[in-house]
């Protein structure tokens, strides 16, 4: 296999045709069939289905674009270190973020990591497991910021706990149930989740099959913050919230965190990387950035800060 053929392949799969991808590519449509073709017979097996329609992966097309794109992605990041040990431009960081990190620790680690290296450009993903896994195995993230993947010793990726906190359930001011102490209060209610379908029927039995409840029969899934928000804000959906979400912008959006006796969901926030992936100079500072914005947050004296971090504990 040569770098050319990756490159091609990984330009078919991100364009959806071979015109298109020599357009990127700035070659013929015969110069990248040629290169597909070479590859095939490299490896004796077909890789595209040609088509009226366009073109459509192979299950062998599929599973080497994943590699493709993880060979190509660690080149440019190794340029991209050689680059910033020279103290030349120093390339691009790419990371993942779960929606509730992003409106709390997230700015100021960008601010900090600004000062430090503002030659790097960065490039965020909003998203959750489900969305930054398939980028971290193919090697478009550095690292994600969220809820952990699960951890085995097979595990593709690699979990370093940087703190946990507890949930509230969350819902407008002036909801029906917005004074409701006890969780088996809440049997009917209609719920709005911003969580991964995968981790759904595992924590749903976590918060409500451990404490005896049926798990309610309606439970949305949002895979935006914003949607969340919108639908707690004209509905009597409930949702749950971590702490410091809760905190930041439990005023603006006018949401009422219920008093509940019980402890609600327990979330753990982690860096998940790729197993075996180098850390770039920039991944190293920009993690630096992040856990000095959580530590030095934990012993602020500044109320507003106090707040945000009452339900954190730092695992640092």
Known sequence: MKLHQLNTLAAIADTGSIRAAARTMGVSPAAVTKAVRELEADLRAPLVVRSASGVAFTEFGRALVVHARLVLGQLRRA??????????????????????????????????????????????????LAVVQPRLRDGSLDFSIGRPAPASPQSEFHNVPLFSTHSAVVARRDHPKAGCRSLLELGDAEWVLNWDPASRDSIADNLFGKRGM???????????????????????????????????????????????????????????????????????????????????????????????????????
């Open 79 to 128: 340029e991209a270190e050689i680059e910033a040990m020279r103290g030349a431009a120093a390339g691009k960081l790419s990371i993942g973020v779960t929606p509730w990190v992003a409106l709390t620790f997230l700015p100021p680690a960008v601010q900090r990591f600004r000062q430090r290296m503002p030659d790097v450009q960065l490039e965020f993903f909003e998203g959750l």
């Open 214 to 316: 049926p798990v309610p029969r309606t439970i949305h899934l949002a895979h935006s913050l914003a949607v969340v928000l919108g639908l707690l804000a004209q509905s009597d959906m409930l949702s749950i919230f971590p702490w410091p979400l809760v905190e930041r912008i439990s005023s603006k959006e006018d949401l009422w965190a219920l008093p509940l006796r019980e402890t609600v969901d327990e979330t753990i926030v982690s860096i998940t990387s790729r197993r075996g992936a180098p850390v770039s100079t920039a991944a190293a500072c920009f993690l630096d950035c992040l856990r000095e914005v959580i530590d030095e947050g934990a012993r602020s004296q500044d109320a507003a800060q106090r707040r945000l971090f009452h339900s954190i504990e730092l695992l640092l």
